[in-house]
């Protein structure tokens, strides 16, 4: 079974350029999520989408930042425009369904996003 | 709100060590427990996953306990190896997200 997949894999922008990431979750994972860490922090989730509408999108900053997952099944996230504080890595994580009891999530890689 | 802390930050310890990482929780209203590993460049894996009912876990040399009265989980480590240098991450699942600890960064040394 092949994992979650995540490009690109690292990246260097300057503060106020657009960069977007992009995520293809495992196959027939209805739930997607969005998750920032900042180094030395563990995850923080930004967005969960259900199938392609979403669930929580509370702590996503949405002055700068987008998210959208088209037909269910990928999603991509945008930072617009942004700044020093957003250098972290983005990771991608997927799981069958939305129960709280017994999904797991499978996480990616992630892509690490420096901002100078 | 759900605050999650993890002690110690960091450990270093000769292989063959058994250890103890710890993880405490301030609302004990939670679904699950969960500890990742997390290596260098690569995304969290999920190494157990404890009910809110159950009290412990189990996995190989891994054990992970819940004592959800006091907001407390602890994953002991048997016999460690060099390979099980990583950074472990707990995360309790509260409402509708996951929660998660700031990490402990393990090296075990030969």
């Known amino acids: 079974e092949a994992g979650v997949a995540q490009s690109p894999r690292y990246k260097i922008i300057e503060k106020r350029q657009s960069v977007a990431f992009w995520c293809n979750p495992i196959s027939g994972h209805a739930t997607l999520y969005w998750y920032q860490q900042i180094l030395g922090q563990g995850p923080k989730l930004l967005i969960q989408f259900q199938n392609n509408g979403v669930v929580d999108d509370s702590q996503l900053p949405k002055d700068r930042f987008s998210a959208e997952r088209l037909k269910g099944v990928d999603s991509t996230l945008k930072i617009q425009p942004a700044k020093l504080e957003d250098s972290a890595v983005y990771l991608c994580?997927?799981?069958?369904?939305?129960?709280?009891?017994?999904?797991?999530?499978?996480f990616g890689p992630g892509t690490r996003l420096t901002v100078l | 709100k759900q605050e999650v802390t993890q002690i110690p930050a960091a450990l270093s310890v000769p292989e063959g060590e058994n250890l103890v990482l710890n993880c405490s929780f301030t609302d004990s209203a939670i679904y699950n427990l969960q500890w990742f590993r997390q290596d260098p460049g690569k995304g969290l894996t999920s190494l157990l996953l404890i009910q809110s009912s159950q009290r412990e876990q189990t996995s190989g040399r891994l054990n992970a306990s819940l004592d959800k009265s006091s907001g407390r989980s602890t994953l002991y480590i048997a016999a460690s190896q060099p390979g099980d240098s990583a950074t472990y991450l707990c995360a309790v699942h509260n409402t509708d997200k996951l929660i998660f600890g700031t990490g402990t960064r393990l090296q075990v040394f030969p």
């Open positions: 994580a997927s799981s069958q369904t939305t129960s709280h009891s017994t999904d797991t999530q499978y």
